[in-house]
């Protein structure tokens, strides 16, 4: 079976490829001119899967083996005449790269003319967000879209995804628990979140592929459980066999000062909506996705102890 896999060389696609090729799916990776496909032979050569051992035993390398199994075709979301081209002879599209920029309507155009039926789509639960994020209404229109589409989808809306230094959460939170005992909290830090490691992410969508119990459906897809962002800090400082004390910082100054420093194009690492963000509770229940697919993901505490260990 051939997927044409869209997003390959982002932080979660470069994760889903390797496990996909583990599973024995033929892969053909959209890129850009612009995009780093060294990621791929990185996660390729960093992974722990069964053929690494059977290719050990050839003498040969698992990530040049696996890489030259890649088919690359080159070409860009919003033009949907070569998205058509390049999705020619798959037997299904697995959308990683986000629906937030506004490309949904060009893919779903391109997957049907290219006479592609079944597709797994990467959304987030960021669209139930109470916020009037920028990104939330073409985030929702886009779900309307494949919904009324007339493909076999599935959509999969993981929760804030951890699992490298590549994500740009919880390793930017780990970073500076590394470095400060003192770590900042814009809030009380009691709003709960369920970050979800990026592996069980990219096993979600395996599971999915070939399930036909999960067509036409949408999953919400979780960590193990809900914890404070309090707890949050605590687990990973544990982890890391770090003594931090939390500074609680009322967040409505904050969220007023970096939204004139935005209004003025003043350049600052956090953004208002963030701060809102955190202090808006993100847990959510999985038990559809477990009951369809068997999702059973990792706790908050084993998922960051084994991306901190490696």
């Not at 995009?35 to 035993?57: G, M, P, T």
């Not at 960021?126 to 994020?133: D, E, M």
């Not at 920028?134 to 494949?146: C, F, G, P, Q, T």
């Amino acid at each position: 079976m051939k997927l044409f896999v869209t997003g390959a060389t982002g932080f979660t696609g470069s994760r889903v490829v390797p496990l996909l090729l583990n599973n024995g799916y033929a892969v053909r990776c959209l890129y850009r001119a612009s995009s780093d496909r060294s990621v791929i032979r990185s996660a390729l050569e960093n992974a722990d899967y069964v053929k690494k051992f059977e290719l050990e035993r050839s003498g040969r390398s698992l990530a040049s083996d696996l890489q030259d199994e890649i088919e690359w075709a080159q070409g860009d979301l919003s033009d949907t005449k070569a998205l058509t081209s390049a999705m020619q002879g798959a037997d299904a599209l697995v959308n990683i790269a986000s629906l937030g920029f506004g490309h949904a309507d060009s893919i779903i155009r391109a997957t049907n003319d290219a006479g592609v039926k079944r597709a797994i789509f990467i959304s987030t639960t960021a669209i139930f967000t109470q916020l009037n994020a920028r990104s939330k209404k073409v985030r929702v229109a886009a779900e309307l879209a494949i919904e009324s589409s007339g493909l076999k989808y599935t959509i999969l809306r993981p929760t804030m995804i951890y699992g490298s230094p590549r994500d740009r959460n919880m390793w930017r939170l780990i970073r500076f628990i590394r470095y400060s005992p003192i770590i900042p909290v814009f809030g009380d830090g009691k709003s709960l979140q369920q970050p979800i490691c990026v592996d069980d992410v990219a096993q979600a969508v395996v599971s999915c592929i070939l399930n036909d119990k999960t067509i036409g459906k949408s999953y919400n897809i979780a960590g193990k459980h809900p914890l404070t962002y309090n707890e949050v800090i605590d687990t990973i400082a544990r982890q890391m066999n770090k003594r931090v004390w939390k500074l609680h910082i009322p967040s409505k100054p904050v969220v007023a000062m970096l939204s004139l420093f935005e209004r003025f194009r003043i350049p600052f690492p956090i953004k208002a909506e963030q701060v809102l963000r955190l202090n808006e509770s993100k847990d959510f229940s999985y038990a559809e996705a477990q009951r369809d697919f068997g999702f059973s993901p990792l706790g908050f505490e084993e998922g960051i102890g084994n991306e901190l260990s490696k």
